[in-house]
């Protein structure tokens, strides 16, 4: 701790500039009292934050909650009308794409959940080991999560492209009635996207448990494998439990990724045709000239809701367990 | 505080210097933050640039960014300049960034004159009084227009808003090549349209090339078979929502379209319109309901002097007298009606030498304005010409005269899940219509 005792013995004069205080020499073991110009200090610190909070999240949140119940065309602020549930009812009743559209956020959550969490898992392990080029893997894997939006639509563009992609002519399809068309078929496109989509999450988890692992203790595998546990039970049971505060870190990922998944569809054929989502449903309605602000605010609010269900999980388990 | 084992060897904590280089950067740090997102926000709107009212001088924003198009406006500002000595500034900005924020652009501190389409897309911000009339204009070029044209370009009030600089018609465009070989004949009727399509699925061909992985091209379909089964003023009244979606007219569309499901290409879903130009250009298909910028797509000679173009042929009434031709031209911003030279510039644009100056540029559309040079057209932009001219009426295209959210949200679903299997709810398109144009 830094006490004052320490400073008005070992400071140099000019080190400390600009304060023209005398030091009070304090009595030990009590807390220091705050000077005016601390408080000062302090509101600074905690008020900008909470005023870029507030102008940032918390402001636009309540406005899109207001704008869900009204009418508006996005011009003139006068040309905002009440319209009570309307817009809600047009989400659940009207629109066609709604329901398709929670279908495949649920898949998504379910596809990234079962096989790109755990892939992810897989590449961190084996990338673990002491293997020679381990952190050009690395890079390779981590790739993706880096790239921007249109350069993943070109990339898969060349995969999938139906008369002249990869997979059809490795297939060899390609060019012949019976090629796959894996963008065009809606009951086909979703898993291209989610493939899409695995490619980018297996490489963000990978780095996430990459940096967990060499945070387990390296005496708990040695423990481990002098009580004679192989390395299946070393893993399942020693450092992947040893790994929690990740694992959460892990779950909340994948829920949000799940929920915002977005750019994948967008690039292919922005969210028609088999690929609903909600949040590009949000952007569809928000964004550009076909907006109606009041059905987009409602598919936001809505998105919100949903959201806060596993936030809360989260934060209730969080605080819970800093009770003990 | 573990941080004890990170301070200088000497044993000097200096506490309230840290402090105040920590709040320093923290500081700067914040306000940074909080300034970047209000900058970000200012670029909304091009800027304004030189003063509005002075009549030696405009600024002009374009949406016309790609390579040929941003070069032809550069010629119409520079030949406008050196004719009247009025400076033009031009503010080019990326087509959809443009088309997305136009409600920002217009209300914030918007160019004097600018690029933008006629139609329900054009009536709907003058309607909302963000475009300043420019009747004094049409008084000066109004005979360099034909009628359809004047209807174009007319707002909600009656008012002239718009000044048009091209079009280019939508049809069934074809290789010359292939029908002469098979002995194809251009249908006029419907019936013929089925019989020709037949002939040529049994010789091999997918008679008809559509593509509709972007959503838009399959409204070109929708447009024409609406109009020859139920006239111009339908379209135009079902488009403007005076006409509702559930009843007999609209179903009839869908009914008639569905004997051309099985002639069109069946992998649309997951085709652009450049992936369809293509097949058609290796002569995979027979022919192409498109706009003729798909000439754009064919860059061998050979092949492009092989295309021809025949209008969508005539089903229930009116002919083939409504042509699908959108027209892109110039608007003055409410703040440019103020300024003399901004009108003289949409003037300019109106008479045969501003558009001429245009087209040597970007010979791929079509000169509005009579009078204007034809000598170096192509017979196929000959043919194109000709279509329109000798249209009765001139349709916008679904997304340009309908409400831009029915067209974007509720019509590309509806279409594709039309095409995937010729099932249509028209009582939910109702549904939705009306609250779309409700919030309007």
Redesign the interface.
Known sequence: MSTPTELSESAAPGSRAGSNKPVRPAKPGRVKRLSGRDKVVLGIMVGIPTLVQLAFVWIPTLLSILLSFTRWNGLALSDIRAAGLANYNYVFNDSPAFWPAVQHNILWLLFLAVIATPLGLLLAVLLDQQIRGSKIYQSIFFVPVMLSLALVGIIWQLFYQKDNGLLNFLLGTAGTPQAVDWFGDSNINIWAALVAATWRHAGYVMILYLAGLKGVDATLKEAASLDGANATQTFFRIVFPAMAPINIVIVVITIIESLRAFDVVWVINKGTNGLELISALVITYLIGEGQSIGIGSAFAVILLVISLVPITIYLSRTFRKEKF | ?SS?EDRPAH???????D??TL?KT??VG?VG??GI?LLAACTGGAAPGASASASTSLTFGSGSSDDVPKAAYKAVTDAFTAKSKIKVTTNVVPHNDF??K??TYL?GSPDDAFTWFAGY?MQYYAG?G?LAPVDDVWEKVGANYSDAMKKASTGPDGKMYFVPNYNYPWGFFYRKSVWADKGYEVPTTFDALKTLCAKMKSDGLIPIEFTD???WPAMGTFDYINMRLNGYQFHMDLTAHKESWDQKKVSDVFDTWKALLPYQNP?????TWQ?GAINMGKKKSGMFLLGSFVTQQYTDKTILDDIDFFPFPEIAMEGQDAVEAPIDGLLLSKKGGNNQGARDFLAFMGTPEGQDAYAKVDPSNIATAKGADTSAFSPLTKKCAETIANAKSISQFFDRDAL??M???VM???L??FI?DGSI?VK?LE??AK??Y???
């Open positions: 505080m004890n044993g000097i904590l200096r506490p309230g210097f402090r105040r709040l923290l500081g914040a933050a909080a997102p088309q997305n136009i409600a209300q897309r909302k963000l992985k972007d959503g992998g649309a879903l997951g085709m992936d831009p959210a067209a974007t949200n590309i679903p509806a594709q899940g995937k709810d939910n549904s939705q609250a779309l409700a919030a309007q």
